[in-house]
């Protein structure tokens, strides 16, 4: 199979959507832990993983975001991660056959390295026992999201890239200012990320979480100023999440989320799918936005 990176050079692609969301509605209780289903309810996890590639989704995540041995340690898991990555990567390969790629999800520690909560040395083989699983469990590429930190980043990307023969994408979640400008919640911006992830290896960048599809346009933007070549993955939320009768709501429906496509894409991005309250219908709309074609 050709590298995504490729791939995303020839054509639109489109990726999936949330997986916390749609396992909490399928049972999983706050505080629980969703990598610990893809061995008790690994059913549910393999419905959530078709659900996406039913709907003409190009890749698919595996339920691995907080599958790092020092994020898992808080449930008394540390020691399983290698065997929880694997099988995360198994389910969404069973899941996605020979046509649809396999995104490695790995997610942030926890950790905070300013803090000195974790060595850079300790970070870094956390990151490679999880990416070096996920290959295990058969991923097509490694995807290290939601990242706050640069130089957390920076290790997860440079753990996955020398330990594994796996592209390596990197996303980080920026927030926006009353200044109008991005930032993640360390300081850092769209223009900041660019050049030390790809000096560490990652050979896709994009940015997830944190907003909604028309939010990512302008962060899209901007990483496409510092790089006109590199390939852009976004998942956004679907809108800004509110609170309403003790519950998160998010407000994006699919069509809205649809509306925003063609932008996006005229903005530079090259990979398009949902993070938190998206679902397949969101996906679904998201592809038929998409079409066969580029807009330049």
Known sequence: MRKISELAGSRILVSDGAWGTFLHQKGLQPGGCPELWNVTHRGIVLDVARSYVAVGADMIET?????????????????????????AAEISREAAGDGVLVLGSVGPTGKMLIMEEASPEEMYEVFREQAMALEAGGADAIVVETMTDLDEAVLAVRAARENTRLEVICTMTFDKLITAEYRTMMGISPSDMVQPLLDAGATILGTNCGNGIAGMIPVVEEIRKCNRDIPILVHANAGIPYYRDGRTVFPEGPEEMASHVKALIKAGANIIG???GTTPEHIARIKQAVGGGRWL
């Open 63 to 87: 339920n691995s975001f907080g599958g790092s041995r020092l994020k898992l340690e808080k449930y008394g898991l540390g020691e399983r991660a290698a065997e929880l990555n694997r099988t």
């Open 274 to 276: 949902g993070c938190c």
